[in-house]
């Protein structure tokens, strides 16, 4: 499995910076790294994926060091309504399918972070 | 713009129905999944299908049963409803093909199903 470890919460203000790292030290070759973030009662949305080095959007940053064993999800000057449970997702199959080639990691979701931002 | 609609969102049944939750796409997307989730828990793949009359297994697919007769629609069935499948289900799409790493997915709101 293509097992990730998260921080199981963490605690911010508004307006502050918000680095949620996730380590992924079996990544193979072909996976790509992808977050998702989920609202309470919500299915979970996503917000950005990258490969390697840095990417951006306008909602986040994904840092990525050269040896894509960890990530970090950059939130700039989050507010009330980023608080939610962010996920990192790593592999290259389904979890569970066993017809498909062992060698790839299985993307699976999995306890994620829980963000809680406070005024 | 809908994305993807499931339906229902909100379900009870007692131990021993049956009952289908259906799930819709209009992203013409290939790839459709089916997780749970339970209680402060990460979601977990139920079954996928990587096109239309495809399905396959994924981490906890026992007491389940789906179908994806048309491209847009992949179904979920309990054939005989446990309380230990009370739980909020999630479905989701994707555009498909090579690497699935790269596939974004895009989700419905959830049918929550409690099985008394």
């Known amino acids: 499995l293509a097992k990730t470890t998260q921080p199981i919460s963490m605690d911010s203000y508004e307006g502050q910076e918000v680095n949620i790292t996730c380590s992924h030290n079996?990544?193979?070759?072909?996976?790509?790294i992808t977050w998702y973030q989920q609202f309470p009662s919500q299915g979970p949305r996503f917000i950005i994926q990258?490969?390697?080095t840095k990417v951006t959007n306008e909602v986040a940053s994904l840092f990525i060091p050269a040896d894509r064993k960890s990530s970090t999800l950059s939130l700039p000057r989050v507010s009330l309504s980023d608080t939610a449970v962010y996920y990192c997702?790593?592999?290259?199959?389904?979890?569970?399918?066993?017809?498909?080639?062992?060698?790839?990691?299985?993307?699976?979701f999995g306890s994620g972070t829980r963000l809680q931002v406070q005024p | 713009n809908a994305g993807v609609t499931q339906t229902p969102k909100f379900r009870v049944l007692k131990t021993g129905q049956s009952m289908t939750l259906l799930c819709a796409q209009d992203?013409?997307?290939?790839?459709m999944y089916w997780y749970r989730q339970d209680p402060g828990m990460g979601l977990r793949l139920i079954h996928y299908?990587?096109?239309?009359?495809?399905?396959a297994k994924g981490e906890v697919p026992d007491g389940y049963n789906v179908s994806r007769l048309k491209k847009q629609n992949f179904l979920l069935g309990l054939e005989s409803a446990a309380p230990s499948q009370t739980s909020v289900y999630f479905c989701?799409?994707?555009?498909?093909?090579?690497?699935?790493?790269?596939?974004?997915?895009?989700f419905g709101a959830g049918t929550r199903l409690s099985v008394l």
């Open positions: 079996n990544i193979a070759t072909n996976d790509y």
């Open positions: 997702l790593v592999g290259d199959r389904p979890p569970g399918d066993l017809s498909m080639d062992t060698g790839r990691r299985a993307l699976t």
């Open positions: 992203m013409n997307h290939e790839y």
């Open positions: 989701a799409s994707s555009y498909g093909g090579y690497p699935l790493a790269k596939n974004i997915q895009y």
């Open positions: 299908s990587v096109g239309e009359g495809t399905t």
């Open positions: 990258g490969y390697k």
